[in-house]
Structure formats: C-alpha cells, structure tokens
C-alpha cells in the first residue's frame, strides 16, 4: 500500500485556474521563507502547485526546483513562469519518494500541504525524504493547521459564497467531520453555480486532512533527524499558542 495516498485526495484540484483565482494572491508566507533563502544553492518547494510561491523565488534571482504530484497543477506552473519569463524546473514527483539530483540549503512547504500526508508511515516517509535531499545544516520550512479542540469536537456545516472566475455566484455547502482516533478531518462539499440567478451547475468534492499536535510535531521532528529552531502560530511570525490558526516550523538538519 503507497504510505502516502495522497493520490486519491486531490478532488479540490481538479480546476488549477480556479485555484489560482482564489489563491494566488497569499503571499503571507512568502516573508519567512526568504528570510531563510540563499542565492548559492538551488531551493526546494514541495507541493508547489501552480507555482504560487516558486514563481515570486524565481523573479528575486533564486534557483528553484518545484515539485508536485498533481500533472494538471504543474502543468498550469509551468505555463505561469513562461509567461512570469523565468526558468524554473517543476518536477512531477511523489514528496514521500524525492529523487532529485540535488542537495539543496532549503526546502519549504506550505498551504498546509503537510497534512495531505495523512498517516504516520507517511509523514515519516516525507521527513526522510526531504532530509536526503538537504545538506547538513539545511533548513526545511512548513505549516500545518493548530489542531483546536473545540473546533474539531463536533460536525461542522457552513455556507460559503462567492465570484467564480467566470462571473457565476457560488453558493458551496461544507460538512466537516473529525474522527478522534486516526485525526483525521473529513471535508466534503456541494457546490451550486448560478448565472443570472438560475442554476447552471452542480458539483461536489472532498478532501481529508491530518491534524498532528504540537508533541507529536517534536517527537517527528527529533526522530526525522532534524530539530526546531522556530516554531510560529502563523506566517506573522507571531507565538504559538493554544487558539493559533497554524503552526509554522522551521527546521534544520541535525549535523553530527
């Protein structure tokens, strides 16, 4: 069985456009991540996806491998950075079985992309893998969503609308549902899409999302051959602490 199944997780990416309309604009995360870059070695971002963050790297002079598992994702990338006329190399890889040949100073992940890896044997598989492809020293950078209690402890169903890139209104029907026992959160969703307030469309997805607390953060973290030098409650660079939206690690490899 593939320890990480992410494979099978990837309804809320079959529109690439439509992400970029509703994502492309966060660049919060982009601050942390070049305090830690540098220009001398070639930097790694797992689950780049349409190339959000890699683009922006590439237009500051930066030297940039993007990997992603999703082929319609990176092929929207590589269309964006022709365009952005940058060269950057996107690499249609699984993150739990990285073969590269490059040893990079940084890797970062974001957009919460670590809880696609939904079991432990997956997680464990991610950090080693990363970990064979950054020199000693090197820093791997990633968010993960802060597991509050008190939101995860009940089904959670909420309405959301708003534009699509095509003018329609969305009007999209969420159930959230945790399971205590694997930490796992279950998000599904009905979409409804009027033009001129008459139904033109329905769809639905889902995605499952894997919440790890702060302990089991540091166990993985220690065990993976790496150790904390920041931990932050989100991209501000503010303390974490027990109602924090995220939980961002910045990590380096253990050096002998």
């Known amino acids: 069985m593939n320890q990480n199944i992410f494979e099978q997780n990837l309804e809320k990416y079959a529109d690439p456009e439509m992400y970029d309309y509703l994502y492309e604009g966060y660049q919060k995360d982009l601050n942390i991540i070049l305090k830690w870059a540098s220009q001398s070695k070639t930097i790694l971002e797992l689950a780049c996806g349409t190339g959000r963050l890699t683009i922006p790297m590439a237009k500051r002079g930066f030297q940039i491998v993007g990997v992603d598992l999703h082929e319609g994702m990176l092929e929207r990338a590589k269309q964006k950075a022709e365009k952005a006329e940058v060269s950057i190399e996107f690499v249609q890889q699984d993150c739990t079985k990285l073969n590269l040949p490059i040893k990079s100073s940084l890797a970062f992940m974001t957009g919460n992309s670590f809880q696609h890896f939904l079991t432990n044997e997956a997680q464990d598989a991610l950090f ?9 020293g090197g820093i791997f950078i990633f968010d993960t969503r802060n597991p509050v209690l008190q939101e995860l402890s009940t089904v959670d169903e909420y309405e959301e609308k708003y534009v699509d890139k095509n ?11 945790y399971d205590h026992l694997t930490q796992i959160l279950d998000c599904r969703t009905h979409r409804r899409i009027y033009r001129d307030d008459t139904l033109i469309a329905e769809e639905q997805d889902g995605i499952s999302l894997r919440y790890s607390f702060p302990k089991e953060m540091e166990r993985l973290v220690a065990a993976s ?3 904390i030098v920041k931990v932050y409650g989100d991209w501000e660079e503010n303390e974490l602490h027990t109602e924090s939206v995220s939980m961002v690690y910045v990590c380096r490899v253990k050096t002998e």
């Open 128 to 136: 080693q893998s990363v970990r064979k492809h950054l020199v000693d």
């Open 167 to 177: 003018g329609n209104q969305v009007i999209e029907s969420h159930r959230d549902m």
């Open 225 to 227: 051959g790496f150790e």
